[in-house]
């Protein structure tokens, strides 16, 4: 089975501009997410997904600087742009390609022990459609994964209106009725950790992780772990609330 990770990456955010690109200790935030994937060794390829907006340039040549393939499209329309990739940027070998893991650029602290976990249980489920550590979410918020077959991706590209094309994948989960779903959970709960990058206070406790774990990758058993260990770190993004569905 081939996996291809796709990074949905770009430099507009309402609540955090340009959060992407921002330099977190020895390299940007994307280059974190693209270490963290490459790390786990577990994809045949990976390719970044950002708009064909002006400002999104600035994530393209940091693709190049990377090494890592780019495929430019709508802004809004995410799904168009995941599809898109696999055409665009995999023509050749596009029919070969299974299934896809997406990833988010706004999560730099993603553990590559869970995404080979991830893709353990995806191949080992023949005809599943959908695969994610959030349907019963344990893990810290910015630490989870999500795998979709392409047939799937395709389906839900004819039939996605409205938010579902924005978040690529929520068409698949919120249908179990068309589509063979399932979720994992890694416990212990965690649930309550917050280590995704959407507003200041979650830059300053992501700082502050970089800060005391240097440019390194930190399992999430070790992350959570610590932020148990320093409530005042925890406390940093504490009142941040992550936005319905619906309203992201």
């Known amino acids: 089975m081939r996996i291809v990770g796709i990074v949905q990456a770009r430099m507009g955010s309402e609540r955090l501009p340009g959060k992407v690109l921002r330099p977190l200790g020895e390299r940007s935030v994307l280059a974190w997410v693209i270490r963290a994937a490459r790390t786990a060794g577990c994809l045949d390829d990976l390719i970044v997904a950002t708009s064909d907006r002006p400002e999104d340039a600035a994530v393209a040549a940091e693709c190049a600087t990377l090494g890592v393939r780019v495929f430019r499209g709508p802004a809004e329309d995410v799904l168009t742009r995941f599809v898109g990739a696999l055409s665009g940027v995999l023509p050749a070998q596009s029919r070969g390609v299974d299934a896809v893991m997406r990833f988010n650029a706004d999560c730099p602290l993603l553990d590559p022990d869970v995404i080979r976990t991830a893709v353990r249980h995806f191949t080992a489920s023949p005809g599943l459609d959908y695969l994610s550590t959030s349907l019963h979410r344990v893990l810290p918020l910015g630490t989870d994964v999500e795998i979709v077959s392409v047939d799937a991706l395709r389906r839900a590209d004819r039939l996605a ?6 978040h690529v994948t929520s068409y698949v989960y919120t249908h179990p009725e068309d589509f063979t779903v399932t979720g994992i959970a890694l416990p212990p709960d965690r649930s309550g950790l917050r280590v995704t990058l959407d507003t200041i206070e979650d830059w300053r406790l992501i700082e502050a992780v970089v800060a005391h774990f240097g440019d390194r990758i930190i399992g999430v058993r070790e992350l959570s772990a610590w932020l148990d260990a320093n409530p005042d770190v925890r406390a940093l993004n504490g ?5 319905a569905l619906a309203d992201r």
């Open 161 to 166: 209106t409205g938010f579902h094309r924005t």
């Open 239 to 243: 009142e941040v609330r992550q936005k």
